[in-house]
Each structure stands twice: as C-alpha cells, then as structure tokens.
C-alpha cells in the first residue's frame, strides 16, 4: 500500500547542513500499523512530512497504490490523511465544521456527504456539540482530534500520524487507540510516530526505529519483544525461605538473584531449560505465588536499541 525507498534530506541552515533523514526505506501493507519509533530529532517528522508530500525528498521515492508521490501525481496524494504535530492543519478561526467541509471541499467530497461524513466522525470523537465552536477555543486535546477528523474526511487508504495521542487525556488517547484499531481493521495502511512506547507496543503490528537518520531496526513488534526478553524467570513465594534454602541454590547452574527472601530471580544458561525444575524442587514445601518468564516490553527494547553501540 505505502512504499518508502531510500528517502533523504538535508537542511542547510547557517551552521551547516544537517542530514536529517539518510536512505531510509520501509512498506506499510493495508491493515497495518507501522510503529515509527525514534529519540527527538532521529527524523521522524521529517520522514512523514516527505510521505505526506508536504516536503520534497532530495532522494527516494514514495509510492502510494503503486502511484508516485514525488512526481505529484495527484491520484497519491488523495489516498493520504495526515495528522502532523500541533494539529497545524486547522484554520484556527474557522469552526470545527466549517474547517472539516473546507478540507472536504478541497478532496472534492459533495457538499452533503462532506456533512454527513464530518458529523459521524465528530460523534465518533465525542465532540459533536463543539461542532460551531472555533478551533481556537477548543482544548489542545479536542483539536488534535479534530485534526484526526480532517485527516480521515476523504477516508484515505494510508493514514500518517505523528504523536497522536500528545498531551491527550487517558479518555480521550483510549478513544483515538481505538480509532485506529478499528481503522486498520477497516484495511487502512497506519503509520504511527508516539514517545509512549506502551501506545506502540498495544497498536502496532510491526515496528521502525530510526536513530540519527536512519533506520536500525524493523521488524514484526511480536518478533522484537521476544528476541530482546532475556530467558530470566521471576518467582515469589507466599512465606519468606529459610537462609539455608536459599544457599542450597547457588549450587545450581545458571545465576540465582535473591531479591528478597520471597522474590528471585533466576537466570539459567543459554539453552537450559530443565534446571528452572531442579528450582522449584528445592522450594518445593513452600507455596508458591508467582512463576514468571521475563518479558521484554517496547520500552526495554527502545533504551536498547538505541543506546547499543554501532555506527550512524
Ligand atoms: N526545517 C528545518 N530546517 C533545518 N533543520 C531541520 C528542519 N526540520 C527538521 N530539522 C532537523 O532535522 C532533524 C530531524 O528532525 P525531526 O523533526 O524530523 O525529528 P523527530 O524525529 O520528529 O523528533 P521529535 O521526536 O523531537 O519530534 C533535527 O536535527 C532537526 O533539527
Ligand atoms: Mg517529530
């Protein structure tokens, strides 16, 4: 649905130039949700601006339904929706409704189907009765949602999102998650830059991490999270373990943490996984309340990733 191949740009400002984006290259299919993950200033921004078509490439192409963008074949840029940082795409002294039926206007959309469209999706986000309001009185969290709407007036195959859920309220960023849930199971292509990993890790199917312009990882979000859990277990007992108990552990392979005299944890070598037994048979009069694999989550993997050593 969406393919980004090589894309580069630079700046060139009075201290010099900087290379915000260098040859980054991905694929959103329909019905995904690309998590587009990177430290401030990595290029995220950059590289959505060059996918909306809102700034040109100095290299790369990005092709949307197999249509060039960069070559301003307008047939792309109608399959795009966009919510950029700071909802810039509102008129601020226009009217919520009078902003979504300009920009409904502006895609051709008839006049009352442009209404009917931006009444649903108004309700959808809860602010139907802000609907004659003008955007420069609505909170910061209820324009990002009408930028949201806009985005979504001409029901756009690919939909660009950058920190959607800023500065949103947990009401609110719920119903935006669910939004876009409902909207990749519809068949939209997403692609979605957040600084909260945990909204990364619950909507995406695979996830891009950039660092100083490029890309440094891609993979499926599933495959990422179990490649960095490290095969540590967590247990807790219900009764505090006698000190002699918990000596007869350091004789088993592997590493043995006491954490306290109900928590351990328990590393074993690589590949052994009979010896987690041999454990539990030493606490063994003693009830358990917990046996848990380590599970890495996106946050992990992030500090990881991008603090891992490598040239950029
Ligand atoms: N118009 C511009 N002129 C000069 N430099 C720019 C411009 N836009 C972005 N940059 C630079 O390009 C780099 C990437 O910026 P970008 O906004 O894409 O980062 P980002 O990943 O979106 O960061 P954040 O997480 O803070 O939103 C930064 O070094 C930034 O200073
Ligand atoms: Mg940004």
Not at 35 to 63: E, H, S, Y
Request: glycine residues 8%; proline residues 4%; neutral net charge.
């Amino acid at each position: 649905m969406l393919e980004v191949t090589g894309l580069t740009k630079r700046f060139r400002s009075r201290t010099g130039v900087v290379e915000a984006v260098r040859g980054v290259s991905f694929s959103v299919a329909a019905g995904e949700v690309l998590a587009f993950l990177g430290p401030n200033g990595a290029g995220k921004t950059t590289t959505i601006k060059m996918t909306a078509g809102l700034i040109r490439p100095d290299q790369g192409t990005v092709t949307i339904h197999g249509l060039d963008l960069c070559h301003r074949q307008s047939a792309a840029v109608q399959h795009i929706g966009a919510v950029l940082e700071g909802s810039r795409n509102l008129y601020w002294r226009l009217t919520v409704m009078e902003n979504l039926l300009y920009w409904g206007a502006m895609r051709r959309i008839p006049y009352r189907q442009a209404r009917l469209r931006a009444m649903d999706l108004l309700e959808q986000v809860g602010l139907t009765d802000r609907a004659k309001n003008t955007v420069q009185t609505l909170s910061r969290g209820m324009q990002q949602k009408v930028a949201l709407c806009q985005a979504l007036m001409h029901r756009p195959s690919v939909l660009l999102l950058d920190e959607p859920t800023l500065g949103l309220d947990f009401e609110s960023s719920e119903g935006i998650k669910n939004m876009v849930r409902h909207l990749a199971t519809d068949g939209t292509a997403i692609l979605l830059t957040t600084h909260q990993l945990d909204v990364a890790e619950e909507l995406s199917d695979r996830v891009a991490i950039i660092r100083g312009g490029q890309l440094i990882l891609e993979d499926h979000t599933k495959a990422v999270l179990q490649q960095y859990s490290r095969s540590a277990y967590a247990i807790v007992t219900e009764t505090p373990l006698p000190s002699s108990v918990l000596a007869s552990m350091s004789d088993l392979p592997g590493q043995v943490n006491v954490i306290s005299s109900q928590r351990l944890q328990y590393v074993p070598r690589d590949g052994d996984t009979e010896t987690l037994y041999d454990l539990l048979g030493l606490l063994k009069p003693y009830p358990l309340l917990q046996v848990e694999r380590h599970q890495a989550d996106l946050a992990e993997v992030f500090q990881q990733v991008v603090n891992s050593e490598g040239e950029v």
